[in-house]
């Protein structure tokens, strides 16, 4: 939303552009179940950008691309690659703005006609609250998002609303670019129709007036709620929520509420195992007489959102700075307090989230399991596994594109995509099909499950994920006189190497992680009383060591070893991971002091820094520990709202905001026979206060 409590002014939030890539708006409304699909003329499939490439085990055939992406732009790609990279997308389901209605005309609002506006988030009830002088008028707006229901809500209260103020909800075309979830300039290739107005069974008063959207083979419902309202449609695309004529000593007020729900059966709307929001008690929800429908006022989300609030806040686990001396704690403890907010509300639904989350569209809206990581690892450090629970869900239904991609390549088990939406189809990249850090990641996240709650019943409900992600990462590492390697092809964590992914071989993190992973594999069989796979436990215990160079760990294998620039990955092998028998722990030392010393760090992203935080603290090294995660640097930019900016193209970044929280449980709560004192990744002289939170591997 804007300093209005609404999206009134889109143009002053944009998303830069880079190059010729046309700007996107942070001033969006998404939900988890909002995806849409240009139609192509002809089925468009990943035949064409399949390339085969030399590996140990011979020719195997990658998705490419015949083009490249130059600045987030494809460049020399085909129309099938444009399509399939560019479809399904995240949807912007609607734009809800204030504008002026004068002699029955409609216009914006101007910014210039607003003054002294002041706007607080109450974290405590996940409530807004916008004050502001309004062309000489007095305007007071409350927002709230149901917690349960993809519906958000506002009460207007100012004499405005008898002089012409009124609310416009705005539905787009969904957006092929880069940045824009919304495309405004195709007005007939969708239809908004508003249906017959419902009234509640109860005599309430409430009435809803059904908006029926169609794009292509997308279909959502948009459920305008409230009392007293005067709802009618006024474009192509365009209703107009006012205040109906009232007495005048009625109350300047109007409350509304937008419920937003998937209907029919869309081709990228994903039902089933996607699901909205968990079911939980709602009450003073009201029966539409009729209809069967449920539906509710501004006051009932509102006073919804201020009892699921301080829920969250008194549950999973806390961390105190207040009384260090250090004027760096308040900014940390301010960082940490936020990036918990903004995780539960964009990390913790049934998808991993995009790098964006629900605020605008970063890639289109496709997520990257790479990232998936950074985005939910922290919920179960932190003792609210049950955010962490519905992203790694998604895993079991695409587990058969997985199983076919392995195949193909002539590999057990599932190879995970990198750049996908719900339906998990890989995108044509020269840098994601290579990736391998992703793999991993379910055994990790599915791990931290079982050790927030060790049972058999986790046990069973993740075996396959774990078990299916392991048979691969056995079957790609192949056996030589050294031991058993990776790649090529492959590109690592650090994707400065993309440009000789056909040559790239055994980058550090990747080996500590395959040889990690592959062990927890091993302990989840045991753990089910399953006989032991010989295969992983070989492979494991033979993964070759990384490659030093000057008494510091390289990148990769092979030359130029390491380029400074992008992720210092190789800092994960110990730090986001545990001590391993491919890592020495002295190495790991000089690393990351030569990594701190003249790495470029206009080139880093966000999670960067808590790797360096986490890396260090398992080092005993509480002072680099602090000073890694504080660094003074533009990508380590934790806005006023708690995003960590990258750039203009990406003015939020959660995966920052997740391994900060990652990074700081560690710190706080330690790790698996790690050092016994309280807080052993903060210096002894910060007090730090901490409960509930869980230890790390």
């Not at 210039?112 to 008028?137: C, H, K, N, P």
């Not at 602090?626 to 193209?649: E, I, P």
Request: hydrophobic share 40%; aromatic share 10%.
């Amino acid at each position: 939303m804007d300093l209005t409590g609404l999206q009134s002014f889109p143009g002053a939030y944009p998303v830069g552009a880079r190059d010729e890539l046309p700007p996107g708006t942070l001033l969006g409304t998404q939900a988890q179940w909002g995806w849409h699909s240009v139609p192509s003329e002809q089925p468009h499939d990943l035949a064409g950008s399949t390339v085969m490439y030399d590996s140990p085990r011979g020719p195997v055939p990658y998705v490419d691309m015949v083009g490249d992406i130059v600045n987030d732009r494809e460049t020399g790609t085909s129309e099938a690659e444009n399509w399939l990279r560019a479809n399904a997308h995240r949807l912007d389901l609607g734009r809800i703005g204030l504008r002026w209605l004068d002699h029955g005309s409609e216009r914006p609002l101007d910014q210039a006609d607003i003054t002294d506006a002041e706007q607080t988030l109450d974290l405590w009830t996940g409530v807004v609250t916008s004050r502001f002088t309004l062309a000489g008028y007095p305007v007071k707006i409350t927002t709230a998002c149901h917690p349960y229901r993809d519906e958000v809500a506002f009460r207007i209260e100012s004499p405005a609303l008898r002089s012409g103020l009124v609310i416009g909800v705005d539905f787009p075309y969904g957006s092929e670019a880069w940045h824009d979830a919304a495309d405004w300039t195709r007005p007939d290739a969708h239809s908004t129709v508003v249906g017959v107005p419902m009234s509640s069974a109860d005599d309430q008063g409430t009435t809803a007036w059904p908006v029926f959207r169609a794009l292509d083979n997308s279909r959502y419902r948009a459920l305008i709620t409230g009392l007293s309202l005067g709802v009618e449609q006024t474009g192509q695309h365009t209703i107009r929520v006012s205040a109906e004529d009232r007495d005048p000593g009625a109350p300047d007020v109007l409350d509304f509420a937008v419920f937003f729900t998937p209907s029919g059966d869309g081709d990228c709307i994903p039902r089933g195992s996607i699901r909205s929001t968990p079911a939980a008690p709602q009450p003073g929800l009201q029966a539409a007489a009729g209809y069967g429908v449920v539906l509710s006022t501004a006051g009932i989300v509102i006073a919804a959102s201020a009892q699921y609030w301080p829920q969250f806040w008194s549950s999973g686990g806390a961390l105190e700075l207040e009384a260090t001396d250090d004027p760096r704690a308040k900014e940390l403890e301010r960082r940490i307090v936020l990036s918990q907010y903004l995780t539960a509300v964009n990390c913790a639904g049934s998808l991993p989230p995009q790098e964006t989350g629900l605020v605008c569209n970063s890639w289109r809206g496709r997520f990257h399991l790479e990232m998936h990581w950074w985005h939910a690892a922290h919920f179960a450090h932190w003792n609210r596994v049950e955010l962490l629970l519905p992203s790694l869900r998604w895993y079991s239904t695409v587990l058969d594109s997985a199983r076919q991609t392995a195949k193909a390549q002539g590999l057990d088990g599932v190879r995970w995509p990198k750049q996908v939406g719900p339906d998990g189809r890989e995108s044509p990249s020269t840098i994601g099909t290579f990736l391998l850090w992703q793999q991993p990641h379910p055994i990790y996240l599915a791990e931290l499950v079982y050790r927030a709650n060790p049972s058999r019943e986790v046990l069973e409900e993740f075996e396959e994920i774990v078990f299916e992600s392991a048979a691969f990462m056995a079957s790609f590492a192949h056996p030589t006189s050294r031991g058993f390697e990776l790649g090529p092809p492959l590109v690592p964590a650090q994707e400065s190497y993309g440009s000789i992914r056909a040559t790239v071989a055994n980058p550090t993190f990747e080996l500590a992680y395959w040889q990690w992973g592959l062990r927890t594999a091993a302990a989840w069989r045991e753990r089910l009383g399953l006989e032991p796979v010989e295969e992983w436990s070989v492979v494991a215990d033979g993964m070759v060591k990384p490659r030093v160079i000057d008494d510091v760990y390289a990148a990769i294998d092979v030359e130029p070893f390491t380029i400074r620039t992008d992720h210092p990955s190789m800092l994960c092998a110990l730090g986001v991971l545990p001590q391993t028998d491919v890592i020495d722990p002295a190495t790991m030392r000089a690393t990351l002091t030569a990594v701190l010393a003249d790495w470029d760090w206009g080139s880093t992203w966000g999670w960067d820094y808590p790797v360096m935080a986490m890396t260090a603290a398992r080092l005993e090294d509480p002072e680099a520990a602090v000073d890694a995660l504080l660094l003074d640097a533009g990508k380590n930019t934790f806005l006023a709202n708690g995003h960590n900016r990258q750039t203009d193209s990406l003015p939020l970044y959660l995966p920052g905001n997740g391994g900060l929280l990652a990074a700081v449980a560690l710190m706080a709560a330690g790790w698996d026979n790690g050092p016994e004192q309280h807080a052993p990744g903060f210096p002894s002289d910060w007090t730090v206060k901490w409960e509930g939170l869980a230890k790390a591997p």
